[in-house]
C-alpha cells in the first residue's frame, strides 16, 4: 500500500512546472501593462502589445500621475477613514452580538445579514434623496451629496453588514472564560472590549480594512452618483483618461498600475492575517 501511494503521488517537478505555468498565465497581463506603460503613443498599440519598446520614455507616466495625481489623493480621503470608521463599527457590533447577548440578538444578527444582499443599484436613488436632504439640513452644500464625506458615509453604513459578520465569527472563537474572568474583576463591557477583546482582534481588523479598502478604492457607482468632478476618486478619473481621436494606451496602462498600488500594499501588509481572520469562527458560532 505504501508503495502504491508513493506512485500515486505527483513528483515535485510537476508541482513545480504547475506553478511556473501558473505564475506565467497570471503575470501576462502585468507583463503587458508595464511594457505599454513605457512605450511612446506611436509605439503603443495593440498590434504591438508583446513588443518590447524600441524608444523607452516616462512620457505616460508623468501624464497619468499629472491625470491621476487628484483622484489618488481623493482616493485616499475616502478609503483610509472609511475602512477605519467600518473596522470600529464592525468590531463593537461583532462585540455584543457574540458576548453581551440580549434579547433579539439573533434577529438582529440576521437583519444585518440582510444588508448584505442589497444591491448598489436599488439603494442609489434613496440614499441620493438621503444625502441632498442631509447638505439641507445642514446648510453644508457639497458635502453630503458631491464630496467626499458623504461618499465615506455611503460605503461605511452599507459595510457595516459585512464587517459586523466577519468580527462576529472572529469573537465566538475568543474563550467566554475570558470575558467572565474580566467580569468578575470588575470590568465593564467596554472595559472588557478594550482591554481583553481588541488586543486580539489583529487578523479580524485586517480582513475587514483589506475588504472594505479594496472596495472603496475601486468603487465607481456610488463615486460617479455621489461626488462632483472635484471630489471624483482614482476610478473615475482613470476612466476619464481617454483620447478624443486616438485611445492613448501607454497612458491609460500607467495609470491602471499607479491606481492598483494602494490596495497592492495594502495586500503585502496585511495579507497574512487575512485567511486566519476570515477562516474564524467558520467551525465554532
Not at 501511494?5 to 513528483?11: D, F, I, Q, S, W
Not at 465607481?220 to 483620447?243: C, E, R
Amino acid at each position: 500500500m505504501t508503495t502504491v501511494a508513493a506512485r500515486r503521488k505527483p513528483r515535485p517537478w510537476v508541482r513545480l512546472a504547475a506553478l511556473i505555468v501558473f505564475a506565467v498565465v497570471f503575470l501576462i497581463p502585468i507583463y503587458v501593462l508595464l511594457v505599454t506603460s513605457f512605450k511612446p503613443l506611436t509605439e503603443a498599440d495593440p498590434t504591438q502589445a508583446w513588443n518590447l519598446p524600441h524608444t523607452w520614455t516616462f512620457e505616460a507616466w508623468r501624464v497619468a500621475w499629472e491625470k491621476l495625481g487628484p483622484g489618488l489623493w481623493n482616493s485616499v480621503l475616502l478609503a483610509v477613514p472609511g475602512s477605519l470608521l467600518s473596522c470600529v463599527l464592525g468590531s463593537m457590533n461583532g462585540y455584543v452580538l457574540s458576548k453581551w447577548r440580549f434579547p433579539g440578538a439573533d434577529v438582529l444578527f440576521t437583519l444585518f445579514l440582510f444588508g448584505m444582499f442589497i444591491p448598489y443599484q436599488g439603494v442609489m436613488i434613496p440614499l441620493v434623496r438621503l444625502l441632498v436632504g442631509l447638505n439641507d439640513l445642514t446648510g453644508l452644500q457639497g458635502v453630503f451629496y458631491g464630496g467626499i464625506p458623504g461618499l465615506v458615509l455611503a460605503h461605511v453604513v452599507y459595510g457595516i453588514p459585512i464587517c459586523t459578520l466577519i468580527f462576529r465569527n472572529y469573537y465566538v472563537t475568543i474563550p467566554d472564560e475570558l470575558i467572565e474572568a474580566s467580569r468578575v474583576d470588575g470590568a465593564g463591557m467596554l472595559r472588557t472590549y478594550w482591554s481583553v477583546v481588541l488586543p486580539v482582534s489583529a487578523p479580524a481588523i485586517a480582513v475587514v480594512i483589506i475588504w472594505q479598502f479594496t472596495s472603496m478604492w475601486n468603487d465607481f457607482l456610488f463615486a460617479v452618483f455621489l461626488t462632483g468632478p472635484t471630489s471624483w476618486p482614482a476610478t473615475v478619473a482613470l476612466n476619464n483618461i481617454a483620447g478624443a481621436q486616438a485611445t492613448p494606451y501607454s497612458q491609460q496602462m500607467a495609470a491602471a498600475i499607479l491606481a492598483s498600488i494602494p490596495t497592492m500594499l495594502i495586500y503585502l501588509l496585511l495579507g497574512r492575517f487575512f485567511m486566519r481572520g476570515l477562516m474564524a469562527g467558520a467551525l465554532k458560532g
